[in-house]
């Protein structure tokens, strides 16, 4: 079975920094793509980062200057940095591999809370 387990949320101030974690398991990790996802309460799911099984990562809009994405393959974990947190980042954060291989699917962890408040 495939797990995808997010850590490293909570509450931090304006200003701040966190760095999430998604540490896979059951899954050949670095033949895939892997993203970052959130999901404010009310709002549409949208991407925040990406990066390819080749290292070439895409940011939204919003957090390019700010967040970081990278993988370390050996192992099986790709995180999140996240600096100048700003109260519009707070979300639910979701980590997910899309397998590109036959049969195509998507996975998703469970999620990890950010909050940026003062």
């Known amino acids: 079975q495939v797990q ?5 949320g909570g509450l931090v101030q304006p200003g701040g920094s966190l760095r ?3 540490a896979a398991s059951g899954i050949f990790f670095s033949a895939h793509d892997i993203a970052w996802y959130r999901q404010a309460p009310g709002k549409e799911r949208e991407l ?3 990066i390819t099984s ?3 990562t895409n940011y939204g809009d919003s957090v390019v200057g700010r967040f970081t994405i990278s993988r370390n393959n050996a192992k099986n974990t790709v995180y999140l940095q996240m600096n100048s947190l700003k109260p519009e980042d707070t979300a639910v954060y979701y980590c997910n591999i899309k397998v590109m291989v036959l049969p195509v699917r998507d996975y998703w962890g469970q999620g990890t809370q950010v ?3 003062s």
């Open 4 to 8: 995808l387990v997010e850590s490293g």
């Open 20 to 22: 999430l974690s998604c």
């Open 48 to 50: 925040v980062a990406a």
């Open 54 to 56: 080749g290292g070439r």
């Open 115 to 117: 909050t940026v408040s």
